[in-house]
């Protein structure tokens, strides 16, 4: 099984994989190079599938599962938002014209990628390439139990140790030593761990059974 979790970071992605017994990580320019070595399951943590209001099923089914942490799920995204406008104030003018809600910063700041991802997606449509949100991931990894935040020292001790018991053998290697001078923090390199387990073994996902399909018949489903 050859298996590779992205995480996306401010110069490109974090991407580890399994390869059978073999796990290594990477960091890439853009999501064709990270995607460019044979696999047969890839999860991304970023959207697939979108409406055209920014609202789906699976956001909203995430969210309730987080609670007290809701707000670790990003909603609203959607194509015609960076399609559109390169203005965040003027692509939430015109979002208030719709009816439809604002754009948080938070999520405008990832519509770059989020295209990115879009674009390959649709260009690649026989690949098997996933949503994945590594905060549902870590959540099941703690069985059912919310998480200190991921950047507070409680909660990337917590991440690491759930890791481990996974069996991420080198992720203090990884955290200390390979990423240094990649740009990438600490946080990206673990939500890619944890993406890369629901890629290899998903174990459940939001909604459950078949994933509705958005205009361009990508599933709107998170794994974990």
Same mark, same amino acid.
């Given at each position: 099984m050859r298996a590779i979790g992205l995480d996306g970071f401010s110069k490109g992605w974090v991407?580890?994989?399994?390869?059978?017994? !073999? #796990?290594?990580?990477?960091? *890439?320019?853009?999501?064709?190079?990270?995607? %460019? $070595?044979?696999?047969?399951?890839?999860?991304? =943590?970023?959207?697939?599938?979108?409406?055209?209001?920014?609202?789906?099923?699976?956001?909203?089914?995430? !969210? #309730?599962?987080?609670?007290? *942490?809701?707000?670790?799920?990003?909603?609203? %995204? $959607?194509?015609?938002?960076?399609?559109?406008? =390169?203005?965040?104030?003027?692509?939430?003018?015109?979002?208030?014209?719709?009816?439809?809600?604002?754009?948080?910063?938070?999520?405008?700041?990832?519509?770059?990628?989020?295209?990115?991802?879009?674009?390959?997606?649709?260009?690649?449509?026989?690949?098997d390439i996933r949503e994945v949100h590594p905060e549902l991931v870590f959540l099941r990894l703690n069985d059912g139990k919310p998480l200190s935040p991921k950047k507070s020292e409680e909660g990337d001790a917590l991440r690491r140790k759930l890791l481990k018991r996974s069996g991420f053998r080198d992720i203090e290697a990884w955290l200390n030593e390979t990423r240094i001078g990649r740009g990438a923090k600490r946080d990206d390199v673990l939500d890619a761990c944890a993406v890369a387990l629901a890629a290899r073994e998903p174990c459940g996902c939001v909604p459950e059974g078949p994933a509705p399909l958005d205009a361009h018949g990508l599933p709107m489903q998170i794994w974990f």
């Open positions: 991407a580890v994989s399994f390869d059978g017994d !073999r #796990q290594s990580i990477a960091f *890439h320019l853009d999501i064709s190079d990270a995607l %460019a $070595r044979p696999f047969d399951r890839a999860g991304i =943590d970023i959207p697939i599938g979108m409406t055209n209001d920014g609202v789906r099923d699976c956001d909203l089914i995430a !969210r #309730q599962k987080l609670r007290p *942490h809701a707000s670790r799920v990003f909603t609203g %995204a $959607r194509r015609w938002l960076w399609q559109e406008f =390169d203005d965040p104030s003027k692509a939430n003018d015109d979002a208030l014209r719709r009816g439809q809600t604002r754009v948080s910063r938070q999520l405008w700041h990832l519509g770059t990628k989020i295209m990115e991802v879009d674009a390959f997606v649709r260009a690649h449509p026989r690949a």
